[in-house]
């Protein structure tokens, strides 16, 4: 028998991160759209942007998102008020940012969550699996329906409180230390998206609603990055 021969550690190349402005950018560009203001380099942008960002468009989106969504709205505008005053210049500790952020990603991360297609699956094969045991076809679509209801409430807060978790310590350390590296590490590019899936209407992530809200948060981004640009 053969091994392979171990892969000394200085063979072994970093993984490459994006800027945090080239990953939102990216989940933010809109087909054929018209050129966004944000030509800068992410070393020109103070870190302050991203705090104008989020107590700006941001906040406003996910706002109207809550409303829609019937969630309180209170742990968001403390997250907001935390971002206004990072944006002031106010040095904010890390423990702080992750006791606001926490509770708003969990909210995000359900609204976001595709509460409608998981049920659809998990009741057709719950439902399929009654049939094929004999059940009539009224019991196997009950069956398919509660299993289902049970099976989304349970997955839609396992996703939500892990991301939530893991979201908040790792931007919790970034906005703390004000690190634009740090910030990227954490792949900012997620949590838009599912920002975007959070404001999505009845036509889904590619609707009408789901590229107005794509719209806003590029325009509030490059109204924040000249905020806080010199």
């Known amino acids: 028998m053969t091994t392979e021969p171990p892969i000394p550690p200085e063979a072994v190349q970093p ?8 990953q939102v950018r990216e989940v ?9 203001g944000l030509g800068h380099c992410t070393a020109e942008v103070p870190f302050a942007a991203v705090h104008h960002w989020h107590a700006g468009a941001v906040a406003d989106l996910v706002g109207e998102a809550v409303a829609q969504h019937g969630v309180d709205a209170a742990p968001h505008n403390a997250l907001r008020a935390v971002h206004a ?27 976001a969550y595709p509460r409608e297609q998981v049920h659809a699956r ?7 699996f009654a049939r094929s045991r004999g059940w009539s076809e009224d019991e196997a679509e009950r069956y398919g329906d509660s299993y289902a209801r049970m099976n989304t409430e349970v997955s839609e807060r396992v996703h939500a409180e892990a991301n939530a978790i893991a979201n908040a310590a790792t931007y919790a350390g970034a906005f703390a230390a004000g690190d634009a590296e740090d910030y990227a590490r954490a792949w900012p590019f997620a949590v838009v998206q599912a920002w975007i899936a959070a404001c999505a209407g009845p036509d889904g992530t590619n609707g009408p609603a789901t590229q107005e809200a794509r719209v806003r948060r590029r325009d509030g981004l490059a109204d924040a990055v000249r905020r806080a640009t010199p």
């Open 28 to 36: 933010l560009a809109v087909p054929g759209g018209v050129y966004d």
């Open 15 to 22: 993984v490459s991160v994006p800027s945090w402005l080239h």
């Open 85 to 111: 005053r990072a944006a002031a210049g106010e040095p904010i500790g890390e423990g702080v940012w992750s006791a606001v952020l926490e509770p708003a990603l969990r909210d995000v991360y359900r609204m």
């Open 122 to 128: 998990a009741s057709s094969a719950a439902a399929s």
